[in-house]
């Protein structure tokens, strides 16, 4: 499956962005993730929501801020990302995986638990 993220841009701090993951195929069967990568730092983990919504993970530092989604009739996945602050500022990635018997935090979270990526989308937070 190919992913394009879109709807990233400059915002100040404390307003709002919906990211779109848009999917080249069905994700009725995949898990779906959220990562994010600053300039000079590693990739990490943002949100997770798995194939059927019934469960959704968030990083720390945006829990309560953002809410992951996903309609798969419209082979998409969103980000509505909330209170945004400066430290939000980086390239956001969406990320696929087929789903899993046991999906979980320990293993969505992880960069190396997806095997699909899209291009990121840049998103610039001014304080």
């Known amino acids: 499956v190919q992913l394009q993220a879109s709807g990233g841009g400059l915002v100040q701090a404390g307003g709002s962005l919906k990211l779109s993951c848009a999917a080249s195929?069905?994700?009725?069967?995949?898990?779906m993730g959220w990562f994010r990568q600053a300039p000079g730092k590693e990739r990490e983990f943002v949100s997770a929501?798995?194939?059927?919504?019934?469960?959704?993970y968030y990083s720390d530092s945006v829990k309560g801020r953002f809410t992951v989604s996903r309609e798969n009739a419209k082979r998409t996945v969103y980000l509505q990302m909330n209170n945004l602050k400066a430290e939000d500022t980086a390239v956001y990635y969406c990320?696929?995986?087929?789903?899993?018997?046991?999906?979980?935090?320990?293993?969505?979270?992880?960069?190396?638990?997806?095997?699909?990526w899209g291009q990121g989308t840049l998103v610039t937070v001014s304080s």
């Open positions: 990320a696929a995986n087929s789903r899993r018997i046991s999906s979980n935090q320990s293993i969505l979270n992880k960069v190396d638990g997806y095997a699909y």
């Open positions: 929501i798995i194939w059927n919504s019934n469960r959704r």
């Open positions: 195929g069905s994700i009725s069967n995949y898990d």
